[in-house]
């Protein structure tokens, strides 16, 4: 299985690398068939506190067939996170992944972006909820019922509330990917249970 990770410029680096370590521990540890490709606008990414990453692949190369699941951390305005995940390419994308009903995780503000996509219309999620709910009654303008708990998932879709729930919208990801057993083994080996 193969999950495509959205780095948008200004992403949060926690909330990416949980995707990359807790995949890698399913298939390094366990040869649970996992693999995570990193995708952006451009083949280096510029991360929220200027940290550079190189991708994989880019976005405009992608072909949604290829991939089970889609994973977009969320980042900070101030270094041009909602540049590129309110781009209509970004969206486009998204559009296609949750039209075949594959698996779509987002951490903390990643969520914005399903919301610009329009797949959250009248489902319910959430987004980064302190700040007194700013980014909540962001997502709310588009048509989204706003969850105020730490992970939401509905059918399909996977939204949290801030960078301590990354590890779990992982975990969840992987736990819908290859089940509970499963993912339940690795949880275990990283210590979180």
Not at 97 to 114: E, P, R, S, Y
Request: include cysteine.
């Amino acid at each position: 299985m193969k999950i495509l990770l959205f780095l948008a410029k200004g992403f949060e680096t926690m909330e990416a690398s949980v995707f990359i370590d807790i995949m890698g521990w399913a298939r390094n540890d366990f040869l649970y068939d996992v693999d995570v490709v990193t995708c952006g606008f451009q083949k280096t990414v510029i991360s929220a506190f200027n940290v550079p990453v190189t991708v994989d692949v880019l976005l405009k190369d992608i072909s949604v067939e290829e991939y089970d699941a889609l994973a977009i951390p969320g980042g900070f305005e101030e270094f041009g996170f909602y540049e590129e995940a309110f781009s209509e390419e970004l969206a486009d994308i998204i559009r296609k992944f949750n039209d075949k009903n594959k698996m779509i995780a987002t951490v903390c503000v990643g969520a914005l972006a399903l919301g610009y996509s329009g797949i959250l219309t009248g489902k319910k999620a959430t987004t980064y909820h302190l700040n007194n709910g700013q980014r909540q009654k962001q997502l709310a303008e588009y048509g989204v019922e706003i969850v105020n708990l730490p992970v939401v998932k509905t059918d399909n879709i996977i939204t949290s509330y801030c960078p301590q729930t990354a590890p779990e919208v992982a975990f969840v990801l992987l736990e819908n990917l290859i089940g509970t057993e499963k993912m339940n083994i690795v949880k275990t080996a990283m210590g979180f249970e």
